[in-house]
């Protein structure tokens, strides 16, 4: 899924969980096996990525695409098979892999001090467990942006807000003008209402702060805490109103979250503000081709709603742990977290580099560059909870509870159905 799925620290930076001052120069033989879910403009981008690591040092990459990510790995570690490398879609999956002890410790081989140096404290922490360091970031997507058309708002006379409340005088303002504010779609296939957890994700940072997002997260409060209820209703002042959004309830929950963000180019505007993450531009861009990225379309921080909380960054990442500790694996883990690996990857598909190292010229256009710089100021980062839980609540009742809210029913049955599949999940 495309979540994937953020950010840190006053002191941060576009950071991940490792680098080393150059990729491995010498040249060996071998091959390295690698695990993951990438297909299409992602694989393509992935290849050259690891062409180029060939080219440098002489080892082969063997890599297996599989959207059945999880379910095989369990399978193959649990058969003593497992590859090389993989993609792991969360730090949640990280850790259990850890647990097991089935991932290799990367602080045994990279220069620790060296990645202090390099890269944001945060990104070390959501890599590692128990004190270990078991995987590296190579990109990252920041969700919380707010996308609009700035030739309209000027037309309009519409200003960026800079607070929730001004944020929602602007939204009462289009609506009293004759216009919707807002496109949401919530449709995803069997993935449907994962938009919709980013939202609720965005709001608990700003309504509750960054310690109760974590005991959200870890189940160390209910999900019928004041805190995640508040946060559920603050989207549906926006999500539930049948003025606020494009195609009412309806239009919510049916329209495809890819395809959602288009009305906001016809002429006129059918809606004017489209929350969503760095990867909608590749959505815009090929549904509207011949947009001008910062003049046909730019984006803003999703405002405060408690100052006391700021302005937080929700954001996802792409992860890779080792499993096998091989020279070959280890060399390639090396050059994955190097600039000249990432510098590749992000120029190809428009993420951010996690790596601080990264060239600002590696970015296709100044919008992306926008957002790392964005990424790079935030005073707090979260990664995206839901990809954090257990999958029968992130990516089952907490996705299933969206729609239903959505849908109108009552809010305190939702979070009791989540909270029962929270239980059972947690154990707690």
């Known amino acids: 899924m495309l979540k994937a799925h953020r950010w840190l620290g006053t002191a941060l930076v576009l950071a991940v969980a490792l680098s080393m001052a150059a990729a491995p120069a010498f040249a060996q033989s071998g091959k390295v096996t690698m695990l993951g879910t990438w297909g299409g403009q992602e694989l393509e981008a992935f290849q050259k990525v690891l062409a180029a690591f060939t080219e440098r040092t002489g080892i082969a990459v063997e890599f297996t695409g599989d959207r059945d990510l999880v379910a095989l790995l369990t399978t193959r570690v649990a058969a003593g098979n497992p590859p090389d490398l993989a993609a792991l879609p969360n730090p949640g999956q990280m850790r259990e892999f850890a647990a097991e002890g089935a991932l290799v410790d990367l602080s045994t081989f990279l220069d620790m001090d060296q990645l202090r140096s390099d890269y944001a404290e945060t990104w070390i922490d959501l890599g590692s467990y128990d004190g270990k360091l078991y995987a590296i970031f190579i990109s990252a997507d920041l969700k919380s942006l707010v996308w609009y058309n700035p030739k309209e708002f000027a037309k309009r006379g519409y200003e960026v807000p800079a607070t929730w409340d001004e944020l929602m005088a602007l939204t009462e303002r289009m609506a009293q003008d004759g216009f919707t504010p807002w496109a949401i779609g919530l449709e995803s296939g069997a993935a449907s209402g994962w938009p919709g957890t980013d939202w609720i994700e965005d709001i608990m940072l700003r309504t509750a702060g960054p310690d109760v997002y974590d005991q959200w997260v870890n189940h160390e409060i209910s999900w019928d805490h004041p805190a995640v209820k ?92 080792m499993f096998n500790d091989t020279p070959e694996a280890r060399a390639l883990m090396q050059f994955l977290a190097s600039p000249e690996a990432q510098e590749i990857w992000v120029g190809e598909l428009g993420k951010l580099s996690p790596n601080v190292r990264v060239s600002e010229d590696a970015y296709p256009d100044d919008l992306t560059r926008k957002a790392a710089a964005l990424l790079a100021s935030a005073d707090v980062f979260r990664f995206d909870g839901s990809d954090l839980m257990p999958a029968a609540v992130g990516s089952g009742a907490f996705w299933e509870g969206v729609l239903n809210y959505v849908a109108g029913d009552d809010l305190d049955d939702v979070l009791m159905m989540i909270e029962a599949a929270a239980e059972d999940a947690y154990g707690r």
């Open 230 to 321: 508040r946060a559920f209703e603050v989207f549906g002042e926006i999500a539930r109103n049948p003025r606020y959004v494009y195609g009412g309830v309806t239009g919510v929950l049916s329209t495809n979250f890819g395809d959602s963000p288009n009305v906001l180019f016809t002429d006129p505007p059918r809606a004017f503000l489209h929350r969503q993450a760095t990867f909608i531009q590749g959505f815009i861009q090929d549904n509207n081709p011949g947009l001008v990225p910062g003049e046909d379309y730019d984006f803003f921080m999703l405002p405060p709603i408690d100052e006391r909380w700021g302005v937080p960054a929700l954001g996802a990442a792409d992860m890779i742990a």
